[in-house]
């Protein structure tokens, strides 16, 4: 994620954490909307903030907002249905991951056709490069 963004997502959750504490000091019954903010902020600055794929040597590694993956890249069965990676599991057992949270160098909910085919060959370009 470009570090723009990054920064503009993590001054977001700081105001955020100072609006529920400011919340909290005004009114003593609005705790647990102050603790949802908190906890909301935290996701947003730590978690959404880092979201995206990482490709390493031998793995590629997934962020997502609640959850990361690593698929060993001789796991990796097939990226043609990007954004899913399809990939088999040390028990053998096939699986799918989908890694559309951002694809290209922009913020991106909704990845056009563009960006998703550019990252589908960077990921096939990645691996195909195995030895």
Do not use: C, H, K, Y
């Amino acid at each position: 994620m470009p570090r723009r963004i990054r920064l503009i997502l993590q001054v977001a959750a700081a105001i955020a954490v100072a609006f529920a504490v400011t919340l909290v000091l005004a009114q003593r019954d609005a705790w647990l909307v102050s603790a949802v903010l908190v906890v909301v902020a935290g996701l947003v600055a730590f978690r959404w903030a880092r979201t995206g794929v990482d490709l390493s040597e031998d793995e590629l590694l997934v962020r997502g907002f609640a959850f990361s993956t690593r698929i060993r890249r001789d796991r990796i069965v097939a990226v043609d249905r990007f954004p899913s990676i399809d990939w088999r599991g040390a028990d053998g057992v096939m699986r799918e991951t989908l890694a559309n949270a951002f694809v290209g160098s922009r913020f991106s909910p909704n990845p056009s056709e563009a960006e998703i085919a550019v990252a589908r060959a960077e990921l096939q370009a990645w691996l195909d490069r195995r030895g």
